[in-house]
């Protein structure tokens, strides 16, 4: 892991970013803290850390006020990476059918969700292997945000992730249901009811799938855009319940 620029944030935040290997990152630790603090990996939509950064700064804001650091890298094909050609076919074939206003194939969903599972999933974990190598974090670790099936598998395959944060508005081959079975861990899953991109009952259906004993289903009335501030001041409670 290389730092590249340090910045302090109103509060004294410090936003830092880095990369890893060819991957770009960003990690938000506390102005202060006595001892290693917990942190949070940031997942979010393949558009871009650029695109993202304000609201993931305002995502990392929330969790330096309690005490923990967070972090985020860039997905594979995005923002400043090397274009992924079976990545751009995909998503070039989920705007030509629901432009034509059909439905979206499980072969689309397929090719847009589990290459980009397969290649992210290790990604984060090497990202948490670095970050969790530096003295001013010791963990335990919570997933918030992102394509939901990249935290379906890192739920299940990486132990160091005690808590995830899921945001129910992304396309989930079926084939993530059967793994979301194997997830045990506490899970806050946020719905936005009149998500317009969003399947709500298959949401539904995956929320009833998790295998976890401790798992809270929030949903909102709005679109996708239309997420209440009080949604991220609870899923901000949740993991301070489970991080510290």
Excluded: C
């Amino acid at each position: 892991m290389r730092f590249i620029t340090e910045q302090r944030l109103d509060g004294g935040v410090l936003e830092r970013t880095f990369t890893l290997g060819e991957i770009p990152g960003v990690l938000w630790t506390p102005a202060t803290a006595s001892a290693p603090v917990p942190l949070i990996l940031l997942g979010h939509p393949p558009l871009g850390l650029r695109t993202m950064h304000p609201r993931l700064a305002a995502r990392a804001r929330h969790a330096t006020a309690e005490g923990f650091a967070a972090a985020a890298i860039e997905l594979p094909g995005s923002g400043d990476r090397p274009r992924w050609a079976a990545a751009e076919q995909a998503r070039a074939d989920l705007r030509r059918v629901t432009e034509a206003g059909e439905p979206v194939s499980d072969e689309i969903i397929n090719a847009l969700v589990l290459p980009l599972v397969d290649k992210a999933v290790p990604e984060s974990q090497a990202a948490l292997d670095a970050l969790l190598s530096l003295p001013e974090i010791g963990g335990p670790v919570g997933y918030s945000g992102g394509v939901i099936s990249v935290g379906i598998r890192l739920a299940v395959v990486e132990p160091r992730i005690v808590a995830a944060g899921f945001f129910a508005g992304s396309f989930v081959p079926r084939v993530m249901f059967e793994q979301a079975r194997r997830v045990t861990i506490p899970l806050h899953v946020l719905l936005q009811w009149d998500d317009e991109g969003n399947d709500r009952q298959a949401a539904l259906d995956l929320f009833d799938a998790f295998g976890s004993k401790e798992k809270t289903l929030h949903a909102n009335m709005g679109g996708h855009t239309g997420v209440p501030q009080f949604a991220g001041e609870d899923a901000t409670r949740f993991f301070a319940r489970h991080l510290r």
